[in-house]
């Protein structure tokens, strides 16, 4: 029994040493907006301003249904529906350039943000 489980063990390790790799970078997106008239992008509770191009993983979380979660920017375009209120996570890859994340009923009224993508 003991050799099952030292075995189990070194199966899940190894499997993680593999995919760590081809996900490392895949974490630590947050983006939200809503309840009120905020929204933003987050790496590590801290505003994002400039990240390296590569592929992430970002938590959407849209707290109001009068508000929409719209990301874009070079060969992205991606956003929650304005009567949309919930949690998503989408995958997504960041090229050089410069990325909006908005809301689109609320923009002009400043409900928008924007980060660098550097190679």
């Known amino acids: 029994m003991k050799r099952i489980v ?3 063990a070194a199966a899940v390790t190894a499997a993680a040493v593999i995919l760590v790799p081809a996900y490392g ?3 630590g997106l947050h983006g939200e907006v809503g309840p009120g008239f905020k929204i933003e992008v987050e790496k590590a509770g801290k505003d994002l ?3 390296k191009a590569g592929t992430y993983r970002i938590k ?8 929409n979660f719209h990301l874009f ?4 375009n991606k956003k929650t529906g304005v009567s949309f209120k919930g949690e998503t996570t989408w995958t ?5 350039g410069r990325y909006t994340y ?3 009923p609320h923009h002009l009224g400043g409900m928008r943000g924007h980060f660098r993508v550097t190679a």
């Not at 997504?92 to 050089?96: E, M, S, T």
């Open 49 to 51: 301003k400039t990240i």
């Open 73 to 76: 920017g070079p060969g992205l």
């Open 60 to 67: 959407v979380e849209d707290k109001a249904t009068i508000h």
């Open 92 to 96: 997504i890859k960041l090229k050089v």
């Open 102 to 104: 908005q809301c689109d």
């Open 25 to 27: 970078k895949a974490a």
């Open 6 to 8: 030292i075995s189990l």
